[in-house]
């Protein structure tokens, strides 16, 4: 099984429109230093799931037949964008996957077309979606009711944890028993800066926690980046900076 | 002056998303088929403006410091997409014109960011933007409040009704004082189906009742778009069928 991920930038993205710092900058010569909306994609090897759908070329390559289903964090537009084009699909019905949050994003649970939102997780359930994979919600602390995942195959597991301004006790109990390979985690902002996401510090401070072998960051925003041009992650460290098309092998 | 159409598809596009139909075939191999969302960009001697941004991909392209301001002809998803992405630009204010819809798209009106959305317009009054372009909103029938607009350079003027199940008395007199050089009109359907958006013959009765010397038909439909592959528009009629990219010139 492998995990990709679409993308690692925060709402803004990197470009920020008509943004001139250097990250934005770079990344506008540059693809390979754009930061898409925070989402991945999981292949296994009998399907295939987006988590979370920000990304709004998603209905441009994704072929609804390999499609197994959508997992959601939460429903903040970046991170459900790319299903107002999808949800129109001539296709089978797709499975949505996601917290139990009424109020969805705009129309979106009102017209869902071929999405089927009928799928609500319940926290710290384990629900298996292939015969090679299994994910367990866990609540973390955001702005709205958003899930973070632990992603399990048959031996390895990985967590992702994406919006995420920390992790109550229950979850990060939960985390740390789940022995995960690697922990992909929301760091958007420079050190002491910034709410309802995490900052660098806080991220530190939360690697430490869960006992992280590796924390991943992801959805960075532009000021962060442009700090660890100045400031590089320590190589020593357990912290790593994601980028758009990083992948993770688990089985 | 000139507008531009930077779409010209319905809410699903062209093509839709795991379509296998004739049009959305074609339009998956040969981007010139292709039909986005129904929006375009005004550019005139001193500013350039966004008639609609459901283009997810405005921030891409667009400068903000070209960019005099948004026109918008209602708050569904289709028609604001891009507005999402743009709210968190590192510029000026941008100037949101459109009908006073409190609701608005999502969040967008609580998290406005760089977007001022102040600028309510009034039905059938005229706003001089700049000192070569005036617009009049005309309210239109559809499914939530939605202006058309008069596009009126010094001489010559264009007329944009989208999204639109028709036009009502009032607006319909000020369309025809306006004696406009082209009506651009939402026909989303084949005849006698759809709802909320015209069907084709109630867009041949719109171009009768506007007296538009010609009728230019947007936010086209896959279904239509097939019916038109086995019935082509009467070459000598008033119908024209719009495409991306296609540009009227008015001064």
Redesign the interface.
């Given at each position: 099984m492998l995990m990709r991920l679409l993308g690692t930038g925060n709402?803004?993205?990197i470009p920020?429109?008509?943004?001139?710092?250097r990250s934005?900058g770079r990344a506008r010569v540059d693809e390979n230093f754009r930061r898409r909306p925070t989402s991945a994609e999981i292949q296994t090897a009998t399907g295939r799931f987006l988590l979370d759908a920000g990304r709004?070329?998603l209905?441009d390559w994704?072929?609804?037949?390999t499609l197994s289903g959508v997992i959601l964090t939460h429903y903040h537009?970046?991170h459900v964008?790319g299903l107002?084009?999808?949800r129109?699909?001539?296709?089978d019905p797709i499975p949505v996957y996601g917290p139990p949050d009424s109020q969805g994003?705009?129309?979106l649970l009102d017209h869902p077309g071929?999405l089927d939102f009928s799928h609500h997780l319940i926290p710290y359930e384990a629900t298996q979606l292939t015969e090679d994979l299994t994910v367990i919600p866990v609540p973390i602390k955001h702005s709205r009711l958003t899930f973070g995942y632990i992603v399990k195959g048959h031996r390895e597991s990985l967590v992702y944890l994406s919006d995420c301004d920390g992790v109550g006790p229950e979850s990060a109990q939960m985390i740390r028993d789940a022995n995960p390979n690697a922990v992909i985690v929301d760091c958007s902002f420079p050190p002491e800066t910034g709410r309802n996401h995490l900052s660098l510090d806080r991220a530190y401070a939360l690697a430490e926690e869960l006992q992280a072998p590796w924390l991943y960051l992801t959805h960075i925003g532009h000021d962060l980046s442009n700090y660890l041009l100045d400031h590089p992650l320590d190589p020593e460290g357990r912290l790593v900076l994601s980028h758009d098309g990083l992948t993770f092998h688990f089985d």
């Amino acid at each position: 099984m492998l995990m990709r991920l679409l993308g690692t930038g925060n709402a803004p993205q990197i470009p920020v429109f008509g943004c001139r710092c250097r990250s934005c900058g770079r990344a506008r010569v540059d693809e390979n230093f754009r930061r898409r909306p925070t989402s991945a994609e999981i292949q296994t090897a009998t399907g295939r799931f987006l988590l979370d759908a920000g990304r709004t070329d998603l209905a441009d390559w994704v072929d609804p037949e390999t499609l197994s289903g959508v997992i959601l964090t939460h429903y903040h537009m970046d991170h459900v964008a790319g299903l107002f084009h999808m949800r129109w699909g001539v296709c089978d019905p797709i499975p949505v996957y996601g917290p139990p949050d009424s109020q969805g994003a705009d129309d979106l649970l009102d017209h869902p077309g071929c999405l089927d939102f009928s799928h609500h997780l319940i926290p710290y359930e384990a629900t298996q979606l292939t015969e090679d994979l299994t994910v367990i919600p866990v609540p973390i602390k955001h702005s709205r009711l958003t899930f973070g995942y632990i992603v399990k195959g048959h031996r390895e597991s990985l967590v992702y944890l994406s919006d995420c301004d920390g992790v109550g006790p229950e979850s990060a109990q939960m985390i740390r028993d789940a022995n995960p390979n690697a922990v992909i985690v929301d760091c958007s902002f420079p050190p002491e800066t910034g709410r309802n996401h995490l900052s660098l510090d806080r991220a530190y401070a939360l690697a430490e926690e869960l006992q992280a072998p590796w924390l991943y960051l992801t959805h960075i925003g532009h000021d962060l980046s442009n700090y660890l041009l100045d400031h590089p992650l320590d190589p020593e460290g357990r912290l790593v900076l994601s980028h758009d098309g990083l992948t993770f092998h688990f089985d």
